[in-house]
């Protein structure tokens, strides 16, 4: 199992671009999250899904929009990107939803807006 | 709401000397608690995680953790620390309504000196 993986590693954007950031994974998990992580913030939610079609809003979800087509595939997009996205980006999934199932990461992405 | 506060941004300790991270927390009821572990241009890998029971909660790698009711506290610990302990580290709360949202503190960066 690759578990869950993340495309592209690192990007670089202008403002006021868009681009989607891949998520996969390939354990059958039904719950997908991303998460942003700001120096000394620690890892904010953006949204969640539960399942295939169904998606929810996290902490910090202003800027971003997300899909979930299959259970696999759990992409972010960035419609008009502005530096104070600039981040590191992870994806997880985990099995359930239940309160303390453990969430499996990603490698991350590392975006810059300039 | 929930909230999780590390409040060691940086600590740097001897190999082969002890290690102790502390983490409080703020929630209503009894949490779900995790320690994760990110290695540089890493992922998150869980360390361990706290449900219920015995409040000594021994995870991989070495660590252990102890919760502590009274205190609202969470601390992870390890006897001896190797120079690949060298990371930073997420104490994490986790509702027990479902939807498996955590919360991460900010992070302490742990640097290893030889």
């Known amino acids: 199992n690759a578990g869950v993986t993340q495309t592209p590693k690192f990007r670089i954007l202008k403002i006021g671009q868009s681009m989607t950031l891949q998520c996969t994974q390939d354990?059958?998990?039904?719950?997908m999250y991303w998460y942003r992580q700001d120096p000394g913030m620690g890892l904010k939610l953006i949204y969640y899904?539960?399942?295939?079609?169904?998606?929810d809003k996290g902490e910090v979800p202003n800027g971003y929009n997300v899909s979930r087509s299959t259970t696999e595939d759990f992409p972010l997009r960035l419609e008009l990107a502005a530096p104070s996205q600039t981040s590191v980006y992870f994806c997880?999934?985990?099995?359930?939803?239940?309160?303390?199932?453990?969430?499996?990461f990603g490698p991350g992405t590392r975006l810059t807006v300039l | 709401a929930q909230s999780v506060t590390q409040p060691d941004i940086h600590i740097t300790v001897s190999e082969g000397a002890s290690l102790e991270l502390r983490c409080n927390y703020s929630?209503?009821?009894?949490?779900?608690l995790f320690w994760y572990v990110q290695s540089p241009g890493q992922g998150l890998q869980l360390l361990l995680k706290?449900?219920?029971?015995?409040?000594l909660v021994q995870g991989i790698k070495g660590f252990e953790a102890e919760f502590k009711r009274s205190q609202s506290s969470f601390n992870l610990r390890k006897p001896s620390v190797h120079w690949s302990d060298a990371a930073e580290y997420f104490c994490?709360?986790?509702?027990?309504?479902?939807?498996?949202?955590?919360?991460f503190g900010g992070g302490t960066r742990v640097l290893v000196k030889p």
């Open positions: 997880a999934s985990s099995r359930s939803g239940r309160g303390g199932d453990e969430q499996f």
């Open positions: 354990m059958n998990h039904n719950y």
């Open positions: 899904s539960v399942g295939a079609g169904i998606t």
């Open positions: 929630y209503g009821a009894t949490p779900y």
């Open positions: 706290y449900f219920s029971g015995d409040t």
């Open positions: 994490a709360v986790g509702a027990r309504a479902a939807g498996n949202k955590l919360t």
